[in-house]
């Protein structure tokens, strides 16, 4: 392709990437907060159970939701190696499997939703658990759930500092936006080692919310609108083969 031809495709590629990063993120407040909000008592097996039992759709939805998350994830895992390997093709490997690592334990931490599923579904070879056993089985899948999400984000902390650095040195993306993804790897660092480290930790002060949601947020609206500075994109390019 002509120069001219290679700058439009890496801005029609960084739009693709910005459409899909607000879309994971939208499927990611319906599947990890909407739902389990509406559907989880803490502490509370039983109506927990009686809640999923009378909402199957919903919960189902969320997992078909998730599957669609996680497919994304992919994609949009190889658009960023595309945007960013001019800047270090080594580190932008880095970033790309580790998010990827990411979505391949959260893809595999959703069987625990599908056996949550088998152990409601009514199924004749359940009854020799009593209702109070299974309800319990059920919240042991659920916090099952909860702790494999958090094993995905420890390699997603990785994913964050990785591009937050590239973005930094790229000279096509805006610096701040590197600083906050950097940032952002830490809260997503210690927050997924507080789950493992402290006993009955829930979640994150908002010092450490905050640059995340500012960075997954920001990004993808600039990836969108703005695009990439093509001309710094194209030098760099050319400067790394």
């Known amino acids: 392709m002509t120069t001219k031809e290679n700058m439009k495709s890496i801005n029609k ?7 899909l990063y607000l879309l994971i993120t939208i499927l990611a407040i319906f599947v ?5 909000s509406t559907l989880i008592v803490p502490g509370d097996a039983a109506t927990t159970a009686n809640n999923i039992i009378a909402s199957d759709g919903l919960f189902r939805m969320s997992i078909g939701t998730e599957l669609v998350l996680l497919l994304s994830e992919i994609v949009l895992s190889v658009l960023l190696y595309v945007l960013l390997k001019p800047v270090n093709k080594t580190l932008s490997l880095v970033a790309t499997v580790s998010r990827l690592a990411m979505t391949t334990i959260h893809g595999i931490n959703l069987l625990t939703h599908f056996i949550v599923s088998l152990l409601l579904s009514g ?5 020799v658990f009593e209702p109070n056993q299974l309800h319990a089985l059920v919240m042991v899948f659920l916090d099952a759930y909860s702790h494999g999400f958090n094993i995905g984000i420890v390699f997603l902390s990785l994913h964050a ?3 937050g650095y590239l973005i930094f040195k790229s000279g096509y993306f805006p610096k701040i936006l590197g600083v906050l993804f950097m940032i952002a790897a830490l809260g997503y660092l210690i927050d997924s080692f507080s789950y493992v480290l402290l006993a009955n930790y829930k979640t994150g002060p908002v010092y450490l919310a905050l640059p995340i949601a500012i960075a997954e947020i920001a990004f993808p609206l600039w990836l969108l609108i703005k695009g990439v500075n093509a001309e710094q994109w194209e030098k760099r390019a050319v400067e790394s083969a």
Do not use: E, N, S
């Open 13 to 19: 590629t960084a739009r693709i990437a910005g459409i």
């Open 32 to 36: 990890h907060f909407y739902v389990p």
């Open 161 to 163: 500092f990785a591009l």
């Open 123 to 127: 199924a004749g070879y359940l009854t």
